[in-house]
């Protein structure tokens, strides 16, 4: 069975391995706000040393020592093969200069279409949508455009670490939202106890990362009562809006009554078509809006990937049936690291969608997730990320580990395998 590059390590010594090599050590004498960015995104630590983000570092901990990577969620294996032709033909056919800056008009049209075959969305693909280098980019121009120094914004925590820095780039504070593991449900009236008056916008994410939580109809409500009630605009990430479980659907914000009209809807092709690094993503919302976003925007990359730009426009055209089944796939690989997990003595949460499962190592005796996943490649051959690095409330996180579901099942099955073999610390 080629699951490769997974040997497991041969190591013995007890210490961790060493992290992937710090960006600056303390006392740096570089000058500039980078440094508030990386202590806005926990990276920073005591001594004043800044980590790269804890994917970079998890990846790096996993191709060292030969583990299983369940840390940075990406695919294991390529989207739809007419995806990666059509980008192929684009290269070859001479798309291949700048495209315009809002996107190839076929990208936009098929973006509209999207939204509107599967969710009932009205959007002009003229003036109502953008083009950007992955839902990154989307989100740091959405910030930077739409919020001023000293401007809070509001954030379910645990928050992708992106959703940190970029507040941090736009000069804001992030004032945050408890979920809780395991349910990780937004309890009622903790939304609007996080509102100030100062409290520029909402960033909301479902599917969530890390959590896999998706918001029912009643946590969505929720969210748009408060948005209406405060006047507040809604930045919302739905890159894994194709990643839903358990016969569930994905369900925009933007389709809540009143609230078209304030949002801006974040997606992405890198995780419904396993393309994480082509880095192509869109942001649509009313026309203001994008235009405030594509000034910035235009500043940043101005453009990105123009041959994989008609190759994602036709692979948003695919069947339904294509769809269904990525989030079948999914759901089938949860259900397997889940089990696995269970079996280890992990207490786990049940994600209804995404790349992700959260596991709670305390029942195993391990009451420290990043001290855990340092060591985790020696103590099982298996890679993870800690939970605690997305949390304001270190005590929240703390003994959580979050694993990606997003490879081949016999990956993930070797993975539980070897995660059974923990032993109580
Ligand atoms: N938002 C969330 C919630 C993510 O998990 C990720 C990671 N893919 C991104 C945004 C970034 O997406 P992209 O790679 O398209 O920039
Ligand atoms: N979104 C990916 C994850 O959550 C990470 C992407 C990145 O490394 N920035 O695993």
């Not at 079948?328 to 690291?337: F, K």
Request: glycine residues 8%; charged residues 20%.
């Amino acid at each position: 069975m080629d699951i490769a590059p997974t040997p497991v390590p041969t190591r013995t010594s007890g210490a961790a391995p060493a992290l992937a090599a710090p960006h600056a050590a303390a006392g740096a004498g570089v000058p500039g706000r980078w440094r508030e960015v990386a202590r806005a995104a926990n990276l920073l630590d005591a001594e004043g040393t800044v980590a790269p983000t804890v994917f970079a570092t998890m990846s790096a901990l996993a191709t060292r020592t030969g583990a299983i990577n369940l840390g940075q969620g990406f695919p294991d294996t390529d989207g739809p093969a007419s995806l990666l032709e059509d980008a192929v033909a684009a290269i070859r056919g001479g798309v291949n200069q700048y495209p315009p800056g809002r996107g190839i008009p076929v990208l936009r049209e098929a973006i509209a279409e999207h939204q509107r075959r599967f969710y009932g969305l009205d959007v002009d693909p003229e003036t109502e949508v953008l083009v950007t280098a992955g839902a990154t980019e989307a989100l740091a121009a959405a910030l930077m455009a739409l919020v001023s120094p000293g401007d809070e914004v509001v954030v379910l925590e645990p928050y992708y670490d992106a959703y940190a820095a970029s507040i941090e780039l736009a000069g804001a504070t992030r004032r945050t939202v408890p979920l809780r593991f395991p349910e990780y449900t937004l309890e009622p009236g903790a939304l609007a106890a996080a509102v100030g008056p100062r409290t520029r916008l909402i960033l909301l994410n479902t599917p969530h990362n890390p959590t896999g939580h998706v918001l029912s109809e009643t946590e969505l409500a929720e969210v748009a009562r408060v948005a209406r009630e405060h006047d507040l605009l809604v930045v919302t990430d739905e890159v894994y809006e194709h990643l839903v479980f358990d016969g569930r659907r994905h369900v925009p914000l933007a389709t809540l009554p009143g609230m078209a009209e304030r949002t801006l809807t974040i997606s992405s092709a890198g995780k419904t078509f396993s393309v994480t690094g082509w880095k192509i993503g869109w942001v649509h919302g009313p026309a203001e809006l994008v235009e405030a976003v594509i000034t910035v925007k235009q500043f940043l990359t101005y453009v990105n990937g123009a041959p994989f730009q008609p190759a994602v426009a036709n692979a948003l055209r695919l069947p339904e049936e294509h769809f269904a089944e990525v989030a079948r796939r999914m759901q089938a690989g949860r259900d397997l690291l889940t089990e696995g997990l269970l079996e280890a003595g992990f207490t786990v949460s049940r994600p209804g969608g995404t790349y992700f499962v959260v596991a709670d190592a305390a029942p195993l005796g391990y009451d420290d997730g990043m001290a855990l996943c340092l060591d985790l490649p020696r103590l099982a051959g298996v890679v993870g990320v800690p939970v605690r690095v997305f949390h304001d409330d270190q005590a929240a996180g703390a003994s959580l580990v979050r694993f990606a579901v997003c490879k081949r099942p016999e990956v993930l099955a070797e993975a539980a395998r070897r995660l059974r073999t923990l032993t109580r610390s």
